[in-house]
């Protein structure tokens, strides 16, 4: 199950991941070649797409995602438009080094949904000129630079952090001294992002009301970004990632033969919070100051407290 | 029967309250978790008022600043090091001993021989530089210093022959010109430790670190112990240090701020002048900081390497237990706790000195670090290391390195056989 969940989980995520940042950086030098909207609209949904992995690989931030920087390489929040606009309104020639030296507020995701959506999904490609265009590529090429160092860190790395987790347990591991160690870290992980999401993504601006604070606020795509959220835990919980088309042994299978009906109920309360954030109206940073929208982000937020609850408690029981 | 049972409870709970292997590392605050999240609970016994403050403080600790006008977190720079908490401290943690964009997790301090400082008794900045370089700036400002850190390596070996290597920082400082700093500045190099159990440390009275000093050695032990004595910048006094690796700080309040002002260039109140966060969000960070629990130690015997930890004479230093007086913060007043640290300062020799004195600590002292939580170190950080500067791969490196106070200790176990090395060495990873 642990092996699996390296093998069939993490790294399969991280290899999507890194697939879709190649993706992204070939339809920004689309773009970039002869910007139109179709090529605008490509690398949009390309960004998009890139995010799927990497929120469903936020049910599993421990390793060398967080202790290496790549997180906040790829994601810091908020993007520094005040240096970024610096940057542009400069002639600094934006070579690969100096965008690899620029702070991770300068680039990233966020940045690159900054260039690519404009301040409220609202950007027309002629809206970006050559030097735009210059910085986004350069930032798109910085991104897949991060996610194969991150995807190597778990394959190839010295040691490869599969081999760290996988050997939970073994004599001389002390990351993970027992097996029981490492079931925890996954639990952990799983129980942390609902957290996340209900009490820091969606609380801390809902809370608030202050759409400066909410994620992916550029393109729209805060609903998608909890909804793959959730479907990471489901992915840890399940040992399969769907969107890597990978399968393997999961906790439920645990589970299953200790009490099949909290399997069964684990199921329908993942499906049921990743329906209720699909419900919160849309955009995500509109509806927390629209007060029709507050039932449906409560709603969410419950949902998602139910899984964690549910993984704190009766998961957490099943798996010892 | 459910009388008896609570009755039985409390009396096992009596049994081992003064025994650190089976009483809670952290009192109340004591979590139970060994994952990579070990470090970043709340403290289980918080009072749901300070629980909510506990969690408005993890917000600022995990802000990341930008530089200004910004709609949020506005004030990074114009010289920093990083520009979060927990971009050097991630997963409350210590930092990597590493340099260089976004990576860099550790800092240099720096300072003159002779002058006039801005604290009383405080180290003296270097004109231009200040107290500690700042490796970073923000669009159009050249960085203070490139910093460059490279090892070198040495080797020794254990009384049965066995090898071991162990490697030393060498650092290259040079301003944007290409000149190297100038060799009479003093430096300090730092890796970013820890920061949980912080409330329970600050909650420690002062009357019981003044009696577990030693200045002169009269009980003849070899050790030496005494606390620094710092500037309080709210108290306008001298008060007894606590924080940082050579107790520089006397409370979380002065401790944070300061890593405002230095590691992020946002001044307070406090520091700085201007008023980039205001004391609200620097004493929500404190508090935070404050109120992390500490994570429980691993199950299992070590019973064979704690008995060493104490015949070796670790724990003359490193001091199991301590007990918390009254605190402002209701769950760290009165808890007995295994910190595993008298913080005080010792001599640890010249191989670990840094030639540079911080208030009443010399070149050649260091505050003994807390060890709770030792055992996590390479679960929440993979690749971590240890020490000040982090120049010991493992913790065996790191024992190999004491120096002066902790000469004898140090040989203790060089000198011990194999397989009491490895139990003292399990008994700190189950911490």
């Known amino acids: ?320 | 029967m459910t009388t008896r049972r609570v009755a039985l409870a409390l009396a096992a709970l009596a049994a081992c309250a003064d025994d650190p292997a089976t009483a809670p590392a952290g009192g109340d605050t004591t979590v139970l978790d060994r994952t990579s999240n070990a470090y970043s609970r709340p403290a289980p016994n918080l009072r749901a008022d300070d629980l909510a403050r506990h969690l408005a403080g993890d917000v600022a600790f995990e802000a990341t600043f930008v530089r200004g006008p910004a709609p949020v977190n506005a004030g990074l720079g114009p010289l920093y090091n990083h520009n979060a908490c927990a971009a050097c401290h991630g997963k409350d943690g210590r930092g990597l001993p590493q340099f260089g964009g976004a990576a860099s997790q550790a800092l240099v301090r720096v300072s003159l021989p002779d002058g006039t400082p801005e604290l009383p008794g405080a180290p003296i900045p270097v004109p231009g530089l200040g107290g500690q370089l700042q490796d970073h700036a923000v669009f159009g400002i050249p960085a203070e210093v490139g910093v460059a850190l490279a090892w070198t390596e040495t080797t020794g070996s254990y009384a049965d022959g066995t090898a071991y290597a162990l490697r030393a920082p060498a650092l290259t400082l040079t301003y944007p010109d290409g000149r190297a700093l100038e060799p009479t500045i003093m430096r300090s190099l730092r890796q970013a430790p820890a920061v949980f159990g912080a409330g329970l440390l600050e909650a420690i009275p002062d009357a019981t670190l003044e009696a577990a000093a030693d200045p002169d050695d009269r009980d003849g032990d070899g050790i030496s112990g005494r606390p620094n004595r710092v500037w309080d910048v709210d108290a306008g006094a001298v008060r007894i240090g606590r924080f940082g690796h050579k107790a520089g700080n006397p409370s979380l309040v002065q401790q944070t701020a300061a890593a405002y002002a230095n590691d992020m260039g946002v001044t307070s109140r406090r520091f700085g002048g201007e008023v980039e966060v205001d004391d609200a969000r620097v004493e929500a960070t404190a508090f935070y900081t404050a109120t992390l629990g500490v994570p429980a130690r691993a199950p299992g015997d070590v019973a064979d390497g704690e008995a060493r930890f104490a015949e070796f004479g670790c724990a003359a230093c490193h001091t199991p237990t301590q007990r918390s007086g009254p605190h402002p913060i209701a769950a760290l007043a009165d808890q007995q706790f295994q910190p595993y640290t008298d913080l005080l300062l010792h001599d640890l020799g010249l191989d670990l000195a840094d030639g540079r004195p911080e208030f009443r600590a010399d070149g050649r002292e260091w505050r003994t670090p807390p060890l709770w939580g030792l055992g996590l170190v390479a679960t929440v950080l993979p690749g971590a290391s240890y020490l000040h500067d982090g120049r010991a791969r493992t913790v065996a490196e790191a024992i190999l390195w004491h120096g002066g106070e902790a000469e004898a200790a140090r040989e203790r176990f060089r000198t011990a056989p194999a397989d009491q090395r490895a139990a003292l060495l399990r008994f700190l990873s189950a911490l």
């Open chain 1, 1 to 320: 199950m642990i092996v699996d969940f390296a093998d069939r989980v993490v790294i399969p995520t991280y290899a999507l991941l890194d697939d879709r940042a190649a993706a992204l950086h070939a339809a920004a030098m689309t773009l970039r070649a002869a910007p139109s909207p179709a090529r605008l609209r490509a690398a949009q949904d390309a960004w998009v797409a890139t995010r799927v992995p990497w929120e469903q690989s936020e049910g599993f931030l421990f390793g060398p995602v967080s202790a290496q920087g790549f997180d906040p390489a790829m994601d810091s929040w908020p993007v520094d438009r005040t240096d970024l606009e610096a940057v542009l309104a400069s002639s600094d020639a934006l070579t690969a080094t100096y965008i690899r030296n620029l702070p991770e507020t300068q680039k990233g995701f966020h940045a690159i949904e900054y260039l690519l959506f404009g301040e409220a999904r609202d950007r027309d490609a002629d809206d970006l000129d050559a030097r735009e265009l210059a910085y986004l590529t350069g930032l798109t090429l910085e991104l897949t630079a991060v996610t194969a160092a991150l995807e190597a860190s778990w394959t190839t790395g010295a040691p490869p952090y599969r081999d760290v987790f996988t050997t939970a347990g073994a004599a001389g591991n002390t990351a993970y001294p027992s097996l029981d160690a490492a079931a925890q870290e996954i639990l952990v992980g799983m129980s942390g992002i609902c957290d996340e999401v209900a009490n820091g993504k969606i609380a801390d601006p809902y809370d608030a009301h202050d759409p400066n604070l909410v994620e992916s606020q550029y393109s729209y795509n805060s609903r998608l970004d909890f909804a793959d959220n959730l479907r990471s835990v489901e992915n840890a919980y399940t040992g399969d990632v769907p969107a890597a088309g990978t399968t393997g042994r999961g906790l439920d299978e645990v589970v299953r033969a200790v009490d099949p009906a909290l399997d069964t109920r684990l199921r329908a309360e993942l499906a049921d919070a990743i329906a209720k954030i699909q419900a919160i109206p849309d955009p995500f940073r509109d509806a927390i100051t629209t007060p029709a929208a507050y039932p449906a982000i409560e709603a969410a937020q419950a949902a998602i407290r139910t899984v964690q609850t549910t993984i704190d408690g009766d998961l957490a029981e099943a798996v010892r």
